[in-house]
């Protein structure tokens, strides 16, 4: 693989975590990372998880009560060297829950990864909030989870 190619499945492996988060596809989230993997999240939240299953039946269940979560990575900055890398992206995440609260957050991620034979894997992510406002979004929500997925 040529360095532009490792940094594109990187960056398309920070895409895939937003995506699995966005649709509750806990299997593919857990293929993102490596056995091992640690998952460090920062003020104001301030909890860790370590190994994939762990990682992802964390994050199951703190979005468990939520009607829809919306996250987006920006700005994704790759720096790879032979099997490892680093990366840093900015998130933006809308998510309302089903009791009517909801946040608003913008933090960064602080990737660091390692290149398996199965491809690239989060070795350990660390998000740093930089602004969460803790009220819920406004709006009509028209997508549920529990809605089927359209069909491929």
Known sequence: MSDIEDRLAIR????????????????????????????DVGAPLDFTAQGGRQIV???REKM???????????????????????????????CRFADGTGIEMTGTYFDELVKLPQ???????????TYLNPQPPAGHVFRSFEDAKPSS
């Open 12 to 39: 398309e492996l920070v895409e895939r975590w937003s995506d699995g988060t966005n649709n509750h596809d806990w299997t593919a989230l857990e293929e993102l990372f490596t056995e091992d993997a640690v998952w």
């Open 57 to 59: 039946a964390l994050l």
């Open 64 to 94: 468990r009560p939520s009607q829809y979560v919306v996250q987006t990575p920006h700005a994704i900055i790759v720096k790879v060297q032979g099997t490892t890398a680093t990366a840093r992206s900015t998130i933006h995440e809308v």
């Open 119 to 129: 491809g690239w894997r989060f070795k350990r992510r660390t998000y740093r909030c």
